[in-house]
């Protein structure tokens, strides 16, 4: 059974670096066709793709954010990182990572919220 597990603060000030990290268990996420997305949810809309890491280590951004979003991993602890720099409040939202394994999404963490806020 595969499980993500999203961590990170729940609060960051504006102009600061939000960076969360997923726990994966359950599956290697350098395993063949697996695809690692963050997707946030700001609060009264939508969710919002932001960016990939695949299971060869590629990455793919959101273009509307590409210009401040980093996605990394560390195979030997089985996570993937997401860096969002010069964060405004407009980023507040939950924040998921969640795996695509070109089925469409089937697995997701359970979210976390994170706020900006001085």
């Known amino acids: 059974q595969v499980q993500l597990q999203e961590s990170g603060p729940g609060l960051v000030k504006p102009s600061q670096t939000l960076s969360l990290t997923c726990i994966v268990s359950?599956?290697?996420?350098?395993?063949?066709?697996?695809?690692w997305s963050w997707i946030r949810q700001p609060p009264g809309k939508g969710l919002e793709w932001m960016g990939l890491?695949?299971?060869?280590?590629?990455?793919y951004y959101s273009p509307s954010l590409k210009s401040r979003t980093s996605i990394s991993r560390d195979t030997s602890k089985n996570q993937f990182t997401l860096q969002l720099i010069s964060v405004t409040p407009e980023d507040t939202a939950v924040y998921y990572c969640a795996r695509d394994a070109l089925g469409g999404y089937d697995s997701w963490g359970q979210g976390t919220q994170v706020t900006v806020s001085s």
């Open positions: 359950g599956v290697s996420i350098t395993t063949n066709r697996g695809y």
């Open positions: 890491i695949g299971y060869s280590g590629s990455t």
